[in-house]
């Protein structure tokens, strides 16, 4: 049913349910909104109507409406810039920052905060109220995510993507009244918490209360150390993001100025993510083949993902068999770089640096991990994300939109279109799916795309012929889709050989340490389109082609699933159910 | 669903059981995506059994009824009536509602926190007292009002909190 309405004089219509708010947008009227936060492609919606921020006039009604979750009515009129609207969301604004911190100048979220946003878009050059401040603990505990909590504005953002997304459960409102934030039970810590580090809350987070732990300066000091070899992996989603730190276009895929830039950086070698990401395809594909031949174990889960990894061990320890060993690409390419590479170039494995630049938190988290750490040497060292990499960038003085295309170092630079698709939601799955089609059918399958399995949808199943096996596959991203499907294999009524799953709604792309995207998730969408535009223009798409993942099993390695394979490449899981 | 403290004793063994019963008396099958509107009764219930509500206890309540323990002691923390931790054995309550705070109830509790070297809603270390706010008892005609677990003393003054300490026995 349509309702017609007026906002400012102008008539629109609008499908009944809808919000003040939502119809505004029709018009292109913007009404100011702060608590307010949707992933459209994910239908994702957090309206709690907390901050007041979007109050309207409505004509016949006495007080002021929260346009963000006041539901349209027949014949309504709404004004949204009258003197008292505008004066009241100036007061509320003014109460907000009453107990605000104004250390906007060194907030890690300085320029993307959208409370600073709002106070320069309606002009707030003085503020009326001083209020008391709060005086909470800075949580700085985990290796991942930093919790500011004197500048929690108690929108509730970050709860959404806690306990609706993701389904994992730690953040909640706690306390009432000038204590009031958003904290784990009992106050604790984020490190004694089941947080996966997924960093979902920091991208929903509007203030500086919710940002990543910092690790820019140690990479400045490692590169500043002459007894170091530094080297650096990157992520394959963070090529197709980065470019919106600078003011490029969302979807800009920047591959070569990223390397420019990095070289330029003074990392002594810059390799990629993806050389790992075709050896976890090796390996996991290997695992793959046997489990399901041998029908046994099934489904086999994927393992790259840091946080999805953590979930399973708190949530679902009773199915802590059923993902595959093999390690993240990360800790793989940490693992290669501190063995093969280091023995190659004659330098020992504690002075050699590994940093990686991931689209991620809980990949900080990951490499911190004590099992990653033989002899007390870490395989990874340093994990800086998307958003960390362009600050030093920036902070360098490099101009990196004008940067000329640079090329990855050898032999841990080498990669395939395969690799680069890990960045999306399907990308892992379908890469395996290319080089299982060959393996089986024992030659080169000239159908590699597996479009069946790409695309935002939360949860996507699909019988694939691999190589004359039909095989049942499904991917899902997000942690409460990934409960779901958890459950349903639980119950018994899911019957998969195969599971690809990403603790992020869209995959790597969307990123806890992706440049902020604000709800905008058509950045998302370019971004996801970019990567398959990477894959489909590079000469090599399938990881088992890769000729220095070939030279890596003949001269160290062996065989995939060798037993060096199995020391150098492969984990175990824990299980977390009591902590 | 079985108790989640590794080391609890018999006692609370039982404890646990029995508040397992209660919540599965309640009618959750019949609306399970309404759960967590039983979860002040069920709190209610436990702190009367504990005493408090400790965190193995607000795991066991989140278990039970399929939400968070975030969202659990998000409840518990936003309800003064509800603590999770122990209790002292007097309870020494201030009215802080209007009519109290008008006739200075504000005094009032500054002494009593003065003279037991605690803040509001804490116990003190010898586990005699806990001393707590809360807002109307409904006899604003003596303010400003104290109580002490169940008896009343009407017409406070910071003078008088010496004496009503002197009172309690134990």
Redesign the interface.
């Known amino acids: 049913m349509k309702i017609n309405l007026k906002i400012n004089d102008q008539p629109v219509s609008v499908d009944s349910g809808c919000t003040i708010l939502e119809a505004a947008e029709k018009l292109e009227i913007k009404i100011p909104t702060l608590c307010h936060f949707t992933m459209d492609c994910f239908n994702v919606e957090h309206r709690s109507g907390s901050c007041r921020v979007c109050v309207v006039e409505v004509k016949g009604r006495p007080n002021l409406a929260p346009a963000c979750c006041t539901p349209v009515v027949e014949g309504m009129e709404v004004r949204t810039n009258t003197l008292r609207a505008i004066n009241a969301r100036r007061t509320i604004l003014d109460l907000l920052l009453s107990n605000h911190p104004k250390d906007c100048l060194t907030c890690p979220k300085n320029l993307e905060c959208q409370l600073q946003a709002l106070a320069q878009e309606m002009g707030l050059h003085h503020l009326l109220y001083k209020g008391e401040q709060s005086t909470f603990n800075k949580d700085l505990s985990s290796f991942a995510i930093a919790r500011d909590l004197d500048k929690c504005i108690m929108c509730r953002r970050c709860e959404t993507a806690c306990n609706k997304v993701q389904t994992v459960g730690v953040l909640s409102g706690v306390n009432r009244g000038f204590r009031a934030v958003v904290a784990p039970a009992g106050m604790k810590r984020l490190a004694d918490t089941e947080c996966v580090f997924c960093g979902q809350c920091v991208q929903a987070c509007p203030v500086g209360a919710l940002s990543e732990i910092d690790y820019k300066y140690p990479v400045w000091r490692a590169l500043n150390d002459a007894s170091k070899t530094v080297i650096v992996q990157t992520a394959p989603a963070v090529r197709v993001a980065i470019g919106e730190c600078f003011g490029m276009e969302p979807g800009a895929v920047s591959t070569g100025k990223m390397v420019t830039a990095l070289r330029m950086l003074g990392f002594d070698k810059v390799f990629d993510t993806d050389f790992a990401a075709d050896l976890t395809i090796m390996e996991e594909t290997t695992e793959l083949i046997d489990r399901v031949t041998k029908n046994h174990d099934l489904p086999i889960l994927t393992s790259c993902c840091p946080g999805w990894v953590k979930f399973l061990e708190h949530q679902f320890p009773e199915l802590i068999y059923m993902p595959s060993s093999a390690k993240s690409p990360q800790q793989m390419f940490g693992a290669i770089a501190k063995s093969y590479y280091a023995e190659k170039i004659g330098v020992k494995p504690e002075d050699l640096i590994v940093v990686s630049v991931m689209p991620c938190l809980a990949k900080k988290y990951e490499a911190a991990r004590p099992e990653f750490a033989p002899n007390g040497v870490r395989d990874v060292d340093i994990v800086i994300s998307t958003r960390e990499l362009a600050d030093m960038i920036r902070e360098a003085g490099i101009q990196f939109e004008e940067l000329e295309d640079g090329v990855y170092d050898s032999p841990l630079g080498e990669s395939t279109g395969a690799a680069v698709i890990f960045g999306a939601t399907g990308g892992v799955l379908e890469a395996a799916l290319r080089t299982a089609a060959d393996w089986i059918a024992g030659q080169d399958v000239r159908e590699i795309d597996f479009k069946a399995v790409r695309g935002m949808a939360g949860i996507k199943e699909a019988t694939v012929n691999v190589g004359g096996i039909e095989l049942r596959a499904a991917v899902c991203s997000g942690l409460g889709n990934a409960r779901k499907l958890l459950e349903k294999i639980e119950r018994g009524e899911a019957n998969y050989h195969a599971i690809e799953i990403m603790a992020c709604p869209g995959g790597c792309i969307n990123g806890g340490g992706q440049p902020y995207h604000h709800g905008d998730t058509s950045r998302l969408e370019k971004r996801m389109a970019a990567l398959y535009r990477a894959d489909a223009g590079l000469p090599i798409r399938k990881s088992h082609q890769n000729p220095d993942i070939i030279k890596l099993y003949e001269e160290f390695l062996g065989e995939p699933g060798s037993h060096a394979a199995h020391k150098l490449l492969h984990t175990a899981y824990i299980d977390r159910k009591n902590g | 669903m079985s108790c ?1 403290c ?1 080391n609890a004793t018999p006692a609370d063994r039982a404890k646990f059981e029995e508040l397992g019963k209660y919540i599965s008396s309640l009618p959750i099958a019949e609306n399970p995506s309404r759960s967590r509107g039983f979860l002040i009764q069920t709190l209610h219930r436990a702190q009367s059994m504990f005493g408090y509500l400790p ?1 193995e206890v ?1 795991k066991f309540v989140a278990a039970e009824l399929k ?8 409840v518990i ?2 309800y003064s009536f509800f603590t ?1 931790k122990p209790l002292g054995r007097h309870k020494i309550n201030v009215c802080t509602g209007t009519a109290c705070f008008v006739k200075g109830a504000g005094k009032v509790l500054e002494e009593f926190k003065r003279r037991l070297g605690v803040s509001e809603g804490e116990t003190t270390a010898d586990g005699r007292f806990f001393l707590g706010a809360l807002r109307c008892v409904g006899a604003c005609s003596l303010a400003p009002v104290v109580m002490v677990d169940d008896r009343v003393y009407g017409n406070m003054t910071a003078e008088k909190v010496a004496d009503v300490l002197a009172q309690i026995a134990d």
């Open positions: 989640q590794g965190e607000q939400i968070s323990p975030a969202d659990v002691y998000g923390s936003f999770d």
